[in-house]
């Protein structure tokens, strides 16, 4: 499948579909008469002797740690070194966090230079490659630093996730799980038949993932800037889960603090007599068929003290005028954002996931 995803000023082409990645490289050629390939050492290792073989390849060390100023730096004087200008392009091939570091050195070197993007994980072809947010860390918090970037060519081919690691499947599950929510019932049934054991069909796999991305796309289309909130709902789950993945110091996967997001967003927005509908109990299923936490782990003493994740939701780039945002679910299908819900209502929705012998 191949669709045109107009984001304002900018449009990405979108391959999606097994063995994409054929026509998403006679695209990307081109454009582009020089290429550059980004990615991390591990997907490097996996995908390069298939794919991309001839290309200069430039690597960055594996986890959310890459997404900082001092590798944009690294990555900058590369580009120069190797001539690359503005007839060049970067391409990046890996999961979320590549997707991110690409598009964002892509954006700022000689004021922009093509992008495009090959994710190699369930979590970055259904979020972080497709609606042109790039961006990196600052110590104080995640995704401080970004702008809209959107890639020109995406290609997503589920055929990359059959080495995937199951707890890789498992973070992208968490994003996929989310879009269920917004998406509402239709696509929420599809994802509860969606077992682990599912992988090995190729047709239900690319049902499922062509549908997650789809909720995606029809939101950032139509507000590709963040500008009249519709796209703030892509963040369900993500005012908490990025809270515990800082507080975690980034050893927590993005996906498995999505999931605890989730789950405390919906105990909140019940505790706020928002919640129309509870499926409290299926999304608990869908989270644990997916070996992803439903509690906090075990952890250091203070890790995820109320300090520490009241600090981490102070520093949201939603929030507005000092007041927390949270887009809380109100049923399957449908959300609404809040701005300056009381603390203590926060607070116990957090102090929800504490193991059951730490709360009591």
């Keep these: 499948m191949q669709q045109t995803v107009n984001l304002g000023a900018a449009s990405t082409e979108l391959l ?30 996996a995908v390069r002797p298939r794919f991309l073989t001839d290309h200069t390849w430039l690597t ?65 072809m259904v979020d972080a490659s497709v609606g042109g947010k790039v961006g990196i860390d ?25 080495t995937l690691p199951h707890i890789e499947w498992s973070y992208g599950m968490a994003e996929v799980i989310k879009h269920g929510i917004l998406s509402g019932p239709d696509l929420w049934s599809q994802i509860l038949s969606f077992q682990p054991t599912s992988r090995q069909d190729p047709a239900h796999l690319d049902s499922v993932l062509s549908a997650a991305v789809q909720v995606k796309v029809d939101v950032v289309k139509d507000d590709p800037y963040e500008k009249t909130g519709l796209r703030a709902t892509l963040n369900l789950g993500h005012s908490y889960g990025h809270a515990i993945e800082w507080c975690s110091h980034f050893t927590m996967g993005h996906g498995a603090a999505v999931g605890l997001g989730l789950l405390a967003g919906l105990r909140l927005s019940r505790e706020l007599g928002i919640l129309e509908e509870d499926f409290e109990n299926e999304l608990v299923a869908l989270l644990q068929a997916w070996d992803l936490p439903t509690t906090l782990p075990p952890h250091q003493e203070g890790q995820y003290s109320w300090e520490n994740i009241s600090t981490a939701l102070g520093r949201d780039k939603k929030n507005k005028d000092g007041r927390w945002c949270f887009v809380l679910p109100k049923k399957l299908g449908r959300v609404e954002t809040v701005f300056g819900p009381p603390e203590n209502l926060v607070e116990r929705a957090f102090r929800s996931l504490q193991p059951q012998e730490v709360a009591s």
């Design 138 to 162: 600052l110590p104080e918090g995640k995704n401080l630093v970004g702008q809209f970037y959107p890639g020109q060519v995406v290609a997503c081919d589920p055929e990359l996730l059959s």
């Design 60 to 124: 960055v060390p594996s986890g959310e740690e890459s997404k900082s100023l001092e590798q944009v730096g690294r990555l900058w004087s590369e580009l120069v070194k190797r001539g690359v200008d503005r007839s060049s392009g970067l391409v990046a091939v890996g999961g979320g966090v590549v997707c991110d570091l690409a598009g964002f050195v892509a954006s700022t070197y000689l004021r922009g230079i093509a992008f495009y993007a090959l994710p190699t994980s369930l979590l970055a």
């Design 16 to 45: 999606l579909g097994a063995g994409c990645r054929h026509r998403f490289l006679e695209l990307v050629q081109q454009s582009s008469s020089n290429l550059l390939v980004m990615s991390d050492q591990r997907v490097e290792e």
